[in-house]
């Protein structure tokens, strides 16, 4: 979560009493802030739910002080509107060492995994913070015929080579990565055949596999029954 550098906001916990955003279609994005305040032991009832447009919006709110936090990518340009006024851009820390903090966070948003990020505006250079990512991920509805996502994965490993200096983010594509650093939901038969074919799928993958599909149909049915 991003806030003004001098904010005096640190920790999830410091979003108490604060004005955070809400903002209506955008799921994603509130679960995401929602878990950040769990990490903090917070709920809506604990802070001042002020509503917005879209994320964007969000972003501006802080540099107007419309809201004390939003939900921010570091590399969305906004965040660098920040940094060049005089409050400067700061970042809301989630110790990885917090296992509680963190059970709290995935609770609510199950995507969000620790990450050390290494480089963001407001963050000075060879410094690094501990906050919440999520792995580059390519998704498909389940129904979807298993020969066409194999071939996608086939054809994205295979050509790997010609695309992959493309984007910064196109390492992280890589066939090795994409099982090792896998989504937080369960991988398509297409994608685990052709896991399996080239021997990067492993035994404890199978674990994690249907670990995944447990929670997954879990969380489904929690869904319909809202």
């Known amino acids: 979560m991003l806030v003004r550098g001098d904010s005096g906001i640190k920790y999830p916990?410091?979003?108490?009493?604060?004005k955070i955003p809400k903002v209506p279609g955008w799921p994603?994005?509130?679960?995401?802030?929602?878990?950040?305040?769990?990490?903090?032991?917070?709920?809506?009832?604990?802070?001042?739910?002020i509503p917005m447009s879209g994320y964007v919006g969000q972003l501006k709110g802080v540099i107007q002080g419309t809201v004390d936090a939003c939900w921010a990518a570091t590399v969305t340009p906004t965040v660098k509107e920040l940094q060049a006024g005089p409050h400067k851009a700061g970042w809301v820390i989630l110790p990885h060492a917090d296992k509680a903090g963190w059970k709290r966070l995935q609770a609510i948003?199950?995507?969000?995994?620790?990450?050390?990020?290494?480089?963001?505006?407001?963050?000075?250079?060879?410094?690094t913070m501990e906050v919440s990512g999520y792995p580059y991920s390519i998704w498909s509805y389940a129904t979807v015929d298993a020969d066409i996502v194999?071939?996608?994965?086939?054809?994205?490993?295979?050509?790997?080579?010609?695309?992959?200096?493309?984007?910064?983010?196109?390492?992280?594509?890589?066939?090795?990565q994409a099982v090792r650093d896998p989504s937080p939901v369960p991988s398509h038969a297409g994608a685990i055949r052709y896991f399996k074919e080239v021997g990067v799928w492993t035994a404890e993958m199978d674990q994690w596999q249907a670990d995944q599909l447990k929670t997954f149909e879990a969380?489904?049915?929690?869904?319909k029954n809202k």
Request: charged share 25%.
């Open 13 to 18: 916990k410091d979003l108490k009493g604060k």
């Open 28 to 49: 994603a994005g509130m679960l995401a802030i929602e878990g950040t305040m769990a990490f903090g032991n917070l709920g809506w009832d604990d802070v001042k739910a």
């Open 109 to 127: 948003a199950p995507w969000l995994v620790p990450v050390v990020c290494k480089r963001a505006p407001g963050l000075a250079k060879g410094e």
């Open 150 to 176: 194999y071939a996608v994965v086939k054809a994205m490993h295979e050509g790997f080579d010609i695309y992959k200096g493309m984007h910064r983010a196109m390492p992280a594509f890589n066939i090795k």
């Open 219 to 223: 969380r489904a049915a929690a869904f």
